[in-house]
């Protein structure tokens, strides 16, 4: 390129309204890249496909003519895709590229040329690919990306992004659904006991149950006492105009540990509700900070900490969430009103994982939580992976792996060739990603929308008092619901007109394997300064892809 073939980047781009598009596109979630798997720092489709056209077709000769570029980039720059602008754009791109390789190589490549196809593409490098925004919006563009990520789970997503979709289209949306309930079946038949139907208090059949949710405990630092500590940080189970529900906890005398009700107010707002309830739900521990609910003595942050460390830290059940068919919303049940030959043995649990990773070479995963952004976990005595998760979430997320691994075998015990199985398999990894962040004790319980939320509600992975642990057969937060996120994705790639893959290389930035001036362009998002480790947080996700 001459230092006189001024981009139109370089020139001027309508940056307000594309920033507004690319505001409007992040609250879409339907079928949208970014809920295929977490990846931090994602851009908007929108903005990438600005800067990669921006940077391909030149500034125009006169001012006067940008005028009609900045309506033909907001045009462009639309979520969803206007296929007719895209198919323009390509041939601005295609025409620009062209024109400056004729010069080059001393060879005329003409309109029709361009029209057939036959213009040489532009190569498009992003070597901070991340998850693909990028790439993604210059294979639209009708360009040959290359993307490069040196981080494992990056490399994943990229793939799921940018090579199978493109390469498999529509047969790879029936084959994943094909064999992602082919595991829920084989899952549920060995797991499925762990999650028994709870008899209706009221009567009237069985609730399936979606979510129990437990309090982290210790025991009260006075000698004299010696009770169970709830750590809860606040019992709101549900907080909507017309419906407030919480845990009243009382003391259990007889046991020496807190009792957990259920109760109810049909009030027109919160402060209503509280009065009513003569308790504020809100307010109970703080910052690990809890009062003993027998005799008043604070076990203190340090204390807990302290007994963390010990691995004396241990857990309560305080309720259970539960569905009933044909009946709408959630039912909610305290603890005591569940029979205790309902809920499973931890003992026992952990023999079946031992018997589990003896059968499949699988382990728990004992890897460390180094990072700071997950410096408060290790404090309390939790320093691996495998803390982060109760023994029956471990044994599920155990099972879901060794059926996807078999579900690879039996693909190709059947006659699949070696790349397409491997593309089944990694969009079901990448569903047991989903369902490893939506099924870990550090997922907080949502009050106003009644759902567990992921355990990266920020860019940390936080210590967190009292949790949701779900049913993964259930039909909220299970297996079938992240499986049909994935599924979204994938049918919204077979809608996209995106043929070509991506070309995509698991490296270093600095050890880029290809020739001087190989690219007629480079367009990346470099890394920022290292206050947030998205490196080292990806690792909750590779201890389970690997």
């Known amino acids: 390129m001459s230092t006189n073939d001024k981009r139109l980047i370089e020139d001027f781009l309508p940056i307000r309204e594309i920033s507004k598009e690319s505001a409007r596109e992040k609250s879409i979630r339907y079928g949208h890249i970014s809920t295929l798997h977490l990846w931090w720092a994602r851009r908007p489709l929108v903005a990438c496909r600005a800067a990669v056209y921006a940077s391909l077709v030149p500034a125009p000769k006169e001012k006067n003519g940008r005028g009609p570029k900045s309506t033909f980039i907001q045009r462009l720059c639309k979520y969803p895709a206007d296929p007719y602008a895209v198919k323009e754009a390509i041939k601005h791109i295609y025409s620009a590229h062209a024109e400056r390789l004729s010069k080059e190589l001393g060879k005329e490549i003409t309109a029709k040329d361009i029209e057939e196809g036959r213009a040489p593409k532009p190569k498009i490098l992003d070597m901070f690919a991340g998850g693909g925004s990028i790439p993604l919006e210059a294979l639209r ?53 762990l999650y028994k139907l709870i008899p209706d208090p009221e009567g009237y059949g069985n609730l399936t ?22 750590l809860v940080r606040q019992t709101w189970l549900c907080k909507k105009k017309g419906k407030y529900i919480a845990l009243k906890v009382s003391p259990d005398n007889e046991n020496k540990r807190p009792k957990f009700s259920v109760v109810k107010s049909f009030a027109r707002n919160e402060k209503e509700a509280i009065e009513k309830f003569g308790f504020d739900p809100a307010k109970f521990s703080k910052g690990g900070n809890a009062s003993c609910i027998f005799c008043g003595t604070t076990a203190t942050s340090d204390y807990v900490k302290k007994e963390g460390q010990a691995k004396r830290i241990d857990k309560q059940l305080m309720a259970v969430v539960c569905t009933k068919e044909g009946k709408p919303g959630k039912i909610y049940l305290s603890a005591d009103e569940i029979p205790e030959n309902l809920i499973p043995d931890e003992k026992e649990i952990w023999e079946r994982i031992e018997k589990l990773c003896e059968e499949t070479g699988l382990s728990v995963p004992n890897e460390p939580l180094l ?30 792996t060794k059926w996807v691994r078999r579900a690879y075998e039996k693909m190709r015990k059947e006659g699949y060739e070696e790349e397409p199985a491997r593309s089944i398999s990694l969009f079901l990894a990448i569903t047991i990603d989903r369902m490893a962040s939506y ?64 070309n995509i290389l698991r490296t270093s930035a600095t050890e880029l394997p290809y020739p001087d001036n190989f690219f007629d362009a480079i367009i990346t998002d ?16 590779y201890v389970w892809l690997k």
């Not at 994943?156 to 979709?165: E, F, G, K, Q, R």
């Open 141 to 193: 563009l009708g360009c040959d990306a290359y993307a490069v990520e040196l981080n494992p789970v990056a490399y994943i997503i990229l793939l799921a992004t940018l090579v199978y979709p493109q390469k498999y289209g529509k047969k790879l949306v029936d084959e994943v659904e094909k064999w992602g309930k082919w595991v829920i079946e084989k899952a549920k038949e060995e797991i499925g006991d």
């Open 209 to 230: 149950p979606v979510a129990y949710l437990w309090t982290r405990t210790v025991k009260c630092k006075n000698p004299s006492c010696g009770a169970v500590v709830p």
């Open 371 to 400: 990072d700071k952004s997950a410096d408060q976990l290790p404090m309390y005595g939790m320093p691996t992976y495998g803390d982060m998760f109760t023994p029956r979430q471990l044994l599920a997320l155990l099972t879901f």
């Open 439 to 502: 099924n870990a004790t550090a997922n907080p319980w949502h009050v106003t929308g009644e759902k567990a939320t992921s355990c990266f509600g920020r860019q940390a992975i936080p210590m967190v008092w009292d949790f949701g642990e779900t049913n993964p057969f259930a039909e909220s937060f299970s297996w079938n619901v992240q499986l049909e996120w994935v599924i979204k994705i994938l049918k919204m790639f077979s809608q996209d007109n995106i043929s070509d893959s991506g």
């Open 526 to 541: 470099p890394p920022y300064y290292d206050n947030i480790s998205y490196a080292a947080l990806s690792d909750f996700f």
